[in-house]
Structure formats: structure tokens, C-alpha cells
């Protein structure tokens, strides 16, 4: 079958559709039903040439990118990173929790544990808290954000009030604010 006469049967198929556009794995599919035998990546060409494919969504735009290249802060105490990493020992398995200063790329905590648990993920933070900051208060650490990769230890909205007395009080997105 050439194009144009493939193109033709692509065209009637759209026209038939109670939809606004259709991928072109649908077409295909619907082309296959009526006796048309092609290729998907040739229906997927000519759909393209002829500006065929179903509209999609750009998306909402995201703004400047949220740290420039670069997460230094300029002073200690106002940004601090942490992760987990796990490892084998001679008692089986451990995770290591700890808590990184981006300016002065210092530890500010470190803690090890049997099991993964959130309560466990915020030791490092409170060690550094204590140590930093002079112990646990009401807006103690108020300035420092605390970054984290989403990973198996994600912040949740019980872990940010677990430390007492609105202490961990907000988070959003990656960075807990307004300690």
C-alpha cells in the first residue's frame, strides 16, 4: 500500500473517531481491525509528516532551576544534606544514616541501625540539632534547611512533627524550612 493511499486510511479513521486526536498505536490497532496490515513506526512517520498525532501536554512551566548548578550556602549551620547507605556486617544487615553541613562538608551526625525506620532516618538531624544549635526548642534551628533524595527514609509529615513542640515543623519537596 503506498503512502498516500495509507494516509487516506489514516485520515478516515481519525474522522471517525468521537475523540479530538488519537496516538498513533490506537490508529494502528483500529487499521489492523479493518484489514489494513502496516507497521506502527510507518503509521507513527505519517501521522508525524502530516501533523496527525493527538495533541500533548507541554506541561507547566518549572522556573529557574532551584539551586543554580551549585548548593553551597555561603555560611554553616543553614544547609545540611542527608542520606542512608547500607552495609553488611558479622551481625547482618546495617544502615548508616547520616547528616552532611553543604558548606563545610562536615558531619554534623551519623547514626546506624537494624532497620530503615523514619524515626531512625532523623537521628542524624537530631544529633546535629543538639550539637549545633544548643538542644531542642521551639524554632531551635529556625534558617536551616535539611535536603534528602526521596529515597527509602522520605520525610513524612509525622517524622517533621515528631521532633516536639513545632520543632520540625514544615516541609516541602525535598528541604525541610523553618526549623
Given amino acids: 500500500m503506498p503512502d498516500a493511499a495509507l494516509l487516506q ?3 478516515a ?7 479530538h486526536g488519537e496516538g498513533h498505536r490506537k490508529i494502528w490497532a483500529r487499521l489492523r481491525v479493518a484489514g489494513v496490515r502496516t507497521s506502527k513506526r510507518r503509521v507513527l512517520r505519517l501521522m508525524r509528516e502530516n501533523d496527525l498525532l ?3 501536554r507541554v506541561g507547566s512551566p518549572h522556573g529557574p532551576r532551584s539551586h543554580d548548578g551549585t548548593i553551597i550556602p555561603e555560611t554553616v549551620d543553614t544547609m545540611w544534606g542527608t542520606d542512608l547507605t547500607t552495609t553488611i556486617t558479622g551481625q547482618g544487615l546495617a544502615t548508616v544514616f547520616i547528616a552532611i553541613d553543604h558548606c563545610s ?3 554534623v551526625g551519623i547514626h546506624a541501625a537494624q532497620r530503615a525506620t523514619r524515626f531512625e532516618a532523623l537521628e542524624p538531624i ?3 540539632v543538639r550539637e549545633h544549635f544548643g538542644g531542642f526548642a521551639n524554632h531551635a534551628a529556625r534558617g536551616l534547611s535539611v ?4 529515597g527509602s527514609h522520605v520525610w513524612t509529615a509525622r517524622r517533621v512533627q515528631e521532633g516536639g513542640a513545632e520543632t520540625w515543623r514544615r516541609f ?3 528541604h525541610v524550612s523553618g526549623l
Fill in 147 to 150: 535536603r534528602h533524595d526521596h
Fill in 9 to 11: 486510511a489514516i485520515r
Fill in 105 to 107: 562538608a562536615g558531619c
Fill in 13 to 19: 479513521v481519525l474522522a471517525g473517531s468521537p475523540f
Fill in 54 to 56: 493527538a495533541p500533548s
Fill in 126 to 128: 537530631r544529633q546535629g
Fill in 172 to 174: 516541602d519537596c525535598g
